[in-house]
């Protein structure tokens, strides 16, 4: 182990409890520069430890909820085995078509759990008998102040879809065991891999 203090070792009897930072990163300014109703866009000017000042920018989005959903192959009338419900859509913004897990935004009243579930619905066509939450957390911490929910649904059952008007997408399943690998391959995305990871961890797939 070294011995530069500035390096320290981990203590996970502390977690999720962290010390608090020596300096107190003192916010000199927040100025928000744009909304789009999607998101709004503005930067802190914050104080540094050497006593400089930096801008640090920022986009803050609604919570979201992504969501892994198992069914039994019978019930995706593809054979035998457990399969994972996928969607299939093109992504505007990286000008990619891409293979998620179903995801959505987190509603005012919600739970991660109900946001899923609805989603899920919503996107899939298929209700959950049992929803759960495996993990929330922080994304993209260096530019985003956004919240991401890991929901676990099982016992689905065929109901009727309900895509919003920006929702052009197709159901797709795959075998539980090859999940990862599917997810893996490009474009890959952020949430489903750490979907399918987290759920993988807890023993859910």
């Known amino acids: 182990m070294t011995d530069d203090p500035t390096i320290r070792r981990f203590d996970p009897d502390s977690h999720p409890v962290r010390e608090p930072a020596e300096f107190d990163w003192p916010v000199l300014?927040?100025?928000v520069e744009y909304e789009t109703g999607w998101y709004t866009g503005g930067y802190d000017r914050v104080g540094q430890p050497d006593g400089s000042e930096k801008r640090y920018y920022w986009a803050d989005l609604p919570a979201a909820a992504v969501v892994v959903a198992v069914a039994p192959g019978h019930v995706v009338g593809d054979g035998d085995g457990d399969h994972l419900v996928m969607v299939d859509q093109y992504r505007p913004t990286i000008q990619e078509q891409c293979l998620e897990l179903p995801a959505g935004i987190?509603?005012?009243?919600?739970?991660?759990?109900?946001?899923?579930?609805?989603?899920?619905r919503e996107e899939?066509?298929?209700?959950?008998?049992?929803?759960?939450?495996?993990?929330?957390?922080?994304?993209?911490?260096?530019v985003l102040r956004h919240r991401r929910g890991i929901v676990f649904a099982e016992g689905l059952e065929p109901v009727d879809a309900d895509l919003d008007d920006n929702e052009f997408l197709s159901v797709t399943t795959v075998p539980v065991d090859e999940a990862l690998e599917v997810a893996r391959q490009e474009p890959s995305n952020d949430a489903t891999i750490e979907g399918i990871l987290l759920a993988q961890a807890d023993d859910l797939l």
Not at 124 to 142: N, Q
Request: proline share 0%; charged share 30%; aromatic share 10%.
């Open 124 to 142: 899939t066509g298929f209700d959950a008998a049992g929803v759960s939450l495996i993990e929330e957390f922080w994304c993209s911490t260096g």
């Open 106 to 120: 987190v509603e005012d009243g919600e739970s991660y759990t109900d946001a899923g579930r609805r989603e899920l």
């Open 29 to 31: 300014e927040s100025a």
